[in-house]
């Protein structure tokens, strides 16, 4: 019986725990995040998250509808550079490349684009482009789910940042949504109790 109050007591603490960090995140983020081009405010620079461009059926959408979001602010003046950061941390899977390219194919100047190979997670993402780059008037351009995890990290980084919302591709994929709930709980646990920093500043 003592085993059976032990073990629910836990998964009540646990299940709350996931429920307080997912409120904690999307409350805070809600008014930072547009899915509006004319409505977002201007900031300097854009900073896109990161993925795999190739998918098992051909490009991955996360990626080209990332890619289109940046591409469309831009043409609509609502920044002025792009900072494309992602993982290269092995031969052969270059994300920064693969998003500057596309940027350039699609009439994006390579003077405007910045490159961050050092993107492995969000929390690099976004506390290198302020750390590193120095762009911290940035508006964060990834799916909202994302997006959201993003700019908790900068708002903690007090970086003047709102977020664009790019179209998700699979807005019910149902395992999407499972791991978003630990992630939000990881971004929480990042901050606040392990003072995580990104793995090269």
């Known amino acids: 019986m003592k085993i059976k109050i032990i073990f629910l007591t836990l998964f009540i603490g646990f299940t709350a725990f996931i429920i307080y960090c997912n409120y904690r995140v999307i409350n805070q983020t809600k008014n930072q995040i547009y899915t509006d081009v004319n409505a977002i405010p201007f900031r300097e620079y854009g900073l896109v998250l990161g993925t795999s461009k190739a998918a098992t059926n051909g490009i991955n959408l996360y990626f080209q509808y990332r890619m289109d979001a940046a591409i469309d602010l831009y043409h609509q003046k609502k920044i002025n550079k792009i900072l494309v950061s992602g993982d290269n941390h092995i031969k052969g899977y270059d994300e920064p490349t693969d998003m500057a390219n596309?940027?350039?194919?699609?009439?994006?100047?390579?003077?405007?684009?910045?490159?961050?190979?050092?993107?492995?997670?969000?929390?690099?993402?976004?506390?290198?482009?302020?750390?590193?780059?120095?762009?911290?008037?940035?508006?964060?351009?990834?799916?909202?789910?994302?997006?959201?995890?993003?700019l908790y990290i900068a708002n903690y980084y007090q970086m003047n940042a709102v977020g664009f919302a790019a179209t998700n591709p699979y807005p019910k994929r149902s395992m999407s949504k499972f791991r978003e709930y630990f992630a939000k709980c990881l971004v929480i646990l990042d901050l606040h109790v392990w003072n995580r920093q990104p793995k090269f500043l």
Not at 127 to 148: G, L, M, N
């Open 102 to 150: 596309y940027l350039i194919e699609h009439g994006i100047p390579s003077e405007d684009i910045i490159k961050d190979f050092a993107g492995f997670r969000t929390l690099d993402s976004v506390v290198r482009a302020k750390k590193v780059f120095k762009c911290e008037d940035i508006t964060i351009i990834s799916q909202e789910f994302h997006t959201e995890r993003a």
